[in-house]
């Protein structure tokens, strides 16, 4: 999967809002590190989050 047009769509359902992020982007202290097929990969305060669809 090529990175570099990969985006993850981030929803955050307390605030209504839906996120487009492409790697390196973040919202607030959250990090997109890298898009997968079938999963993205965040970092939080030196923590890696893995997102699964």
């Known amino acids: ?18 996120y487009f992020l492409n790697t390196g982007q973040s ?3 959250i990090k ?3 898009i997968l097929k079938g999963k993205v990969i965040l970092s939080y305060e030196g923590e890696q989050l893995d ?3």
Do not use: H
């Open 1 to 18: 999967m090529d990175q570099q047009k990969s985006q993850a769509v981030i929803v955050d359902n307390n605030k209504k809002k839906t």
């Open 27 to 29: 919202i607030g202290e």
């Open 32 to 34: 997109v590190e890298k």
């Open 51 to 53: 997102l699964r669809l």
